[in-house]
């Protein structure tokens, strides 16, 4: 019997009258965005539950406004370092009088603690990530391409392990926020239509050409009446300040603002074109049209932002590039596919964008 298998059957009947799960997902930023709405019907659906995220203290702003949700920081650089680390975590959680684990990420770490979990008596339960699916889905030779279950709908699964059969029918949006005041210093008052562009992805298969970029800015800045705002980190800043380029209507918000006034800014555009990443979840999470541009990666992989139509998602030309995807995080390279991405044409990234601020 293998660790995941134990870990699913240890459990016993619950000896708390109102249950209190720890839902576990260290990183990263797209992924922690993506168990937001079935935390929210969660909260809704059951509102005698306590929930208790776990997860590293960057992503705590994410959570904030979430009903009856308590948010516990990991930090796995010092105090959660290590075995020993490991170990006061679970005592850090078990302080909280928690009765049920949702281990959302899966991975050795939250392996370990789950075992410790059942090893005390608790409920646990995990996410199936789908991995060997994956593997034959970006697989170079017999491939099997077709759509795989959607994240959301994974951790849907972890908790009706639980016991908890979530309805998702209608979809479940953080609210807007107000806009930054140093965000209004920078943009003022909001009067256009607010084009969010996130043109970076940590891999280079994973982020559109940035000579096509320049042009897709170009002419998104000559639409009357609107104004684009640039995301990315800090490693961008450099290259989004080219993206700039002197126009009066587009700008950088790198090293700008904090995160936390990132997503308060994000909840208010009025559409996001993002790479595969982070910014992507971010704005789907608030129910802002999201337009996301694909390479090496495919959105059959699962990882869609949320709630959001298959047209929004613009992918490669695999009749010219059929291993597409290659990959299901962009990290893998071919040869040869490095100008996948040059087969989406910049004048349907447009229109694309466009067609959701005229809807």
């Known amino acids: 019997m293998n660790l995941n298998t134990l870990m699913l059957f240890k459990i016993v009947p619950l000896s708390h009258h109102h249950p209190h799960i720890a839902i576990i997902r260290l990183s990263a930023m797209g992924d922690v965005a993506m168990t937001i709405p079935v935390i929210l019907a969660l909260a809704a659906q059951n509102p005698k539950v306590r929930i208790t995220v776990v997860s590293r203290p ?34 850090d959680i078990k302080a909280h009088q928690v009765t049920e684990i949702a281990d959302l990420h899966n991975v050795l770490r939250s392996k370990v603690l789950r075992f410790l979990f059942a090893l005390s008596g608790k409920k646990v339960a995990f996410t199936d990530k789908g991995r060997a699916e994956k593997a034959a889905l970006t697989s170079l030779t017999n491939k099997k391409f ?21 309805n998702l029918n209608t979809p479940f949006f953080l609210k807007q926020d107000a806009i930054p005041l140093k965000a209004i210093e920078i943009l003022g008052e909001k009067k256009e239509k607010w ?58 918000f790198a090293k700008k603002i904090s995160f936390k006034e990132e997503l308060h800014l994000i909840s208010n555009l009025d559409v996001m074109l993002s790479m595969d990443s982070g910014n992507s979840h971010l704005a789907a999470i608030f129910g802002v049209k999201t337009i996301t541009i694909w390479g090496a990666t495919h959105p059959y992989a699962g990882f869609a932002p949320y709630n959001q139509p298959a047209e929004n998602c613009l992918v490669a030309d695999r009749e010219q590039y059929p291993l597409l995807p290659t990959s299901v995080y962009g990290n893998k390279k071919v040869a ?18 466009l067609s959701q601020l005229e809807d």
């Open 58 to 91: 960057f992503f705590k702003p994410i959570f904030e406004h979430l009903p009856n949700v308590k948010f516990l920081s990991v930090h796995t650089h010092h105090e959660h370092k290590g075995l020993l680390g490991l170990y006061r975590l679970y005592r």
């Open 195 to 252: 084009i969010g562009i996130a043109p970076f992805a940590h891999y280079s298969g994973k982020t559109y050409p940035i000579d096509l970029m320049h042009k897709v800015i170009e002419k998104l800045s000559n639409k009357e009446g609107v104004k684009i705002l640039l995301f990315g980190g800090d490693s961008d800043l450099e290259r989004l300040e080219t993206l700039v380029n002197g126009k009066s209507n587009v700008f950088n």
């Open 336 to 353: 040869g596919y490095e100008d996948a991405m040059r087969t989406i044409p910049v004048e349907k990234i447009v229109a694309r964008v």
């Open 146 to 166: 077709q759509p795989l279950k959607t994240m959301v709908e994974r951790h849907l699964e972890t908790f009706k392990k639980l016991g908890y059969t979530i």
